[in-house]
């Protein structure tokens, strides 16, 4: 299947941040390994154009990242340290997001291997995120006419703020975040649908939950394009996150999402957000797991054809 990364586009970090810039060469190399993609199938995104950028956030918060003039409190709410590579990977992430929206319309599902900043909001940048991926790809879409009532279903372990606070005010987009109740951020903005879980939550009752929110947010959404933010964070070994779910479970949860988002028609886009495993080779595979779930849904790949069938 076709998916879009920027894995390339590497910054500068500090020895030992938390941030895991390895995943993504990692994860690329890796669906083209299991032969989820072809290495041919796997494009390079192009960065937004900071004029999609501004339709969703503030012109001064973005003249502030576009030339490094973050105030130091706003420098440690991203939690990464600002240069002109930063700025190039979040707008190619967001471009990969956008590709994959469109892709998603035009074939019923789309995934971005990377993306899924929801911590952005309209006019804060915050918790590694520095653009809102979904939020843009969900008004390119609008402005191309490809789509117009959108859910954004957000299963990172941490709360979707950002998303929150740009689509909240908006009623043809309906937001859901799952995420832990004790967890960052701690002031919160709130989702159409939040669920707050209690720490070490795991498996069984999770997907109870994700299940019930669906059935609450399904039908008030009547999205036309959905997005799901597959965080890997809500693992049981995340650095950050205080769930306990295991890998089996987290296949469970990116089956059960894709297959009910797709039974009401949506095209799904498929986003990674978080994932803070002690070996990032953990991440990945949870990562890997959510595309290969992906390309089993996609025609040209049949049962059993992928690892995890
Ligand atoms: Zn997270």
Redo the contacts with the bound molecule.
């Keep these: 299947m076709d998916v879009w990364t920027h894995d390339r586009w590497r910054f500068p970090l500090p020895q030992r941040h938390r941030f895991p810039i390895d995943k993504y060469a990692l994860l690329r190399e890796r669906v083209v390994a299991d032969g989820i993609a072809r290495p041919e199938e796997v494009h390079e995104a192009e960065p937004a154009p900071w004029e999609w950028l501004a339709a969703v956030q503030d012109a001064g918060l973005l003249e502030r990242i576009r030339t490094g003039a973050l105030s130091d409190r706003e420098r440690r709410g991203l939690g990464l340290p600002w240069s002109p590579a930063l700025v190039e990977r979040g707008r190619r992430a967001v471009g990969g997001s956008v590709a994959a929206a469109r892709h998603a319309v035009r074939h019923g599902l789309g995934m971005n291997l990377g993306g899924g900043t929801h911590h952005a909001g309209r006019d804060f940048a915050r918790g590694y995120c520095l653009f809102n991926d979904v939020a843009v790809a969900l008004r390119r879409l609008r402005d191309e006419a490809l789509a117009e009532r959108a859910i954004v279903l957000d299963c990172?372990?941490?709360q979707g703020d950002g998303t929150a606070h740009v689509l909240g005010p908006d009623p043809r987009a309906f937001t859901v975040s799952l995420h832990g109740a004790r967890n960052y951020p701690f002031q919160r903005i709130p989702s159409d649908l939040d669920v707050d879980l209690a720490s070490c939550t795991g498996d069984e009752r999770y997907l109870q939950a994700l299940d019930e929110a669906l059935d609450f947010a399904l039908p008030r959404a009547e999205a036309d394009v959905a997005f799901y933010l597959a965080?890997a964070?809500p693992w049981e070994g995340d650095r950050?996150g205080r769930l306990a779910l295991t890998k089996a479970g987290l296949r469970a949860r990116d089956e059960l999402a894709l297959d009910r988002l797709r039974s009401t028609g949506a095209a799904v886009c498929v986003v990674l957000?978080?994932g803070y495993a002690d070996d990032v080779r953990d991440t990945v595979d949870i990562n890997a797991a959510t595309a290969a779930a992906v390309a089993r849904r996609l025609c040209s790949y049949p049962e059993g054809a992928l690892p995890g069938a």
Excluded: S
């Design positions: 990172d372990v941490h965080g964070d950050l957000a978080g």
